[in-house]
T-cell receptor
Framework: DAGVIQSPRHEVTEMGQEVTLRCKPI?????LFWYRQTMMRGLELLIY????????DSGMPEDRFSAKMPNASFSTLKIQPSEPRDSAVYFC????????????FGPGTRLLVL | AQSVTQLDSQVPVFEEAPVELRCNYS??????LFWYVQYPNQGLQLLLK??????LVKGINGFEAEFNKSQTSFHLRKPSVHISDTAEYFC??????????FGKGTRLSVIA
């Protein structure tokens, strides 16, 4: 298996622009997680899905952030409009069970908002 | 609610020396415990996990951890570190069918 795939790996954009991050989970995994990592706040869970349904989005910082999972093999995290404080590394992870089985992380998307 | 405290944000250690990275957790229910490692510019990968059974868990790359319920700890150890072990290490806890709660990480720096 190719593992969790994220694109793009790097994104540089200007404040106010829309940013879309993409994730393809491991085939057969029912859970998908979006995390944000910064030096100041560490690793934060933004939202997670079970069988394509959002279960908990309490970690999404503001209405500017939205996430979708239209099918079992694809998810997006969108920021509109982006702000400099959104600069971070965004990780997608998937697992077959939420808290027992191993979470497999993608390589991350490094976002810089100017 | 669950929480994880990693007591050291940075740990420098000389090559071939032993190391212990400390992790304490808080939970009102039974827990599952994990250690993940993050190498520079990469995602996290699992080192080891405790679900049940023996409290001493062995993982990849020569690491091991011991679950201590009375002290609510899950410290990570390696008897002899290598330069390649330089990375950030995350402890995480779950109560089962819930997402992992991660600690803030410990940066291990191995010095030649």
């Amino acid at each position: 298996d190719a593992g969790v795939i994220q694109s793009p790996r790097h994104e540089v954009t200007e404040m106010g622009q829309e940013v879309t991050l993409r994730c393809k989970p491991i085939s057969g995994h029912d859970y998908l997680f979006w995390y944000r990592q910064t030096m100041m706040r560490g690793l934060e869970l933004l939202i997670y899905f079970n069988n394509n349904v959002p279960i908990d989005d309490s970690g999404m910082p503001e209405d500017r952030f939205s996430a979708k999972m239209p099918n079992a093999s694809f998810s997006t995290l969108k920021i509109q409009p982006s702000e400099p404080r959104d600069s971070a590394v965004y990780f997608c992870a998937s697992s077959s069970l939420a808290g027992v089985e191993t979470q497999y992380f993608g390589p991350g998307t490094r976002l810089l908002v100017l | 609610a669950q929480s994880v405290t990693q007591l050291d944000s940075q740990v420098p250690v000389f090559e071939e020396a032993p190391v212990e990275l400390r992790c304490n957790y808080s939970s009102s229910v039974s827990v599952y415990l994990f250690w993940y490692v993050q190498y520079p510019n990469q995602g996290l990968q699992l080192l080891l996990k405790y679900l049940s059974g023996s409290t001493l868990v062995k993982g990849i790359n020569g690491f091991e951890a011991e679950f201590n319920k009375s002290q609510t700890s899950f410290h990570l150890r390696k008897p002899s570190v290598h330069i390649s072990d330089t990375a950030e290490y995350f402890c995480a806890v779950s109560s089962g069918n819930t997402p992992l709660v991660f600690g803030k990480g410990t940066r291990l720096s191995v010095i030649a």
